[in-house]
């Protein structure tokens, strides 16, 4: 078995810069985290206030700190550094191999959707956002590692894709028809999400999107580690 992890993300239309902020640390114990940020605002001051928040939680992760608590450290760093007036979303993902589990840790209200055995599960329960106050409490989702285990993350950018049209993007069914295509591939998932969204928008996005797709598939016959970014200057 192994992990596979995709990112698709593009800034608002006509946005210098995206407030979605995503990083990626190796975890001290093994394994691998995600950190996804969304800062309030768009363009150069959100990202200003995902980084805060996104590097506070990296650093703490690189520590040992476990998920749940770096969140909310994070969260407690925000709201000290802005005296509570900004705020940000802020999603963990974890491949945890002490534990053998994937971690899902959400201070975001937008879903997760976790795909067990082809089985779409809304990870929703009502949370808030980090920053605003002290002592924050995230939602936690703990799963043991199993193949075709599926997590997609996302900011709100994909949630509300195609209002300004009157065509809300309809996530649910999307996964739906991606999983009705054959066995989970995490790049052309979270492609074709952005890409839908971007549509839904006319092509001119009203707000940063990320997609994040992690899965768990069968192993390939070698024991190489492989990163590929693409990021448009």
Not at 6 to 12: D, F, H, L, R
Not at 73 to 87: E, I, N
Not at 171 to 190: E, L, N, R, S, T
């Amino acid at each position: 078995m192994e992990a596979q992890i995709a990112v698709s993300k593009i800034s608002k239309y006509a946005s210098s810069e995206s407030g979605d902020t995503i990083e990626m640390i190796e975890r001290p114990g093994g394994g691998l985290s995600f950190v996804l940020v969304d800062g309030q605002r768009s363009g150069k001051s959100a990202k200003a206030i995902s980084n805060v928040v996104a590097r506070k939680a990296i650093s703490l992760l690189a520590d040992g700190v476990r998920d749940g608590a770096a969140a909310r450290a994070a969260s407690d760093y925000l709201y000290t550094h802005r005296a509570g007036k900004v705020m940000a979303t802020l999603n963990i993902l974890s491949i945890d191999l002490q534990s053998q589990t994937m971690v899902i840790v959400r201070n975001n209200p937008a879903p997760v959707l976790l795909i067990i055995d082809g089985n779409i599960n809304l990870l929703d329960e009502p949370v808030d956002a980090v920053g605003v106050r002290r002592e924050i409490r995230p939602a936690i989702t703990e799963i043991p590692l199993e193949e075709n285990l599926v997590a997609i993350v996302f900011t709100d950018g994909l949630l509300h894709a195609g209002d300004r049209e009157g065509q809300r993007m309809d996530i649910i069914q999307c996964v739906k028809d991606m999983i009705a295509d054959g066995p989970p591939d995490p790049k052309h998932w979270a492609d074709k999400l952005l890409l839908h969204a971007v549509e839904l928008d006319q092509g001119r996005p009203v707000d940063d999107i990320t997609v994040l797709v992690a899965a768990m598939l069968p192993r390939q016959p070698d024991d190489a580690r492989q990163l590929t970014v693409r990021m448009p200057l």
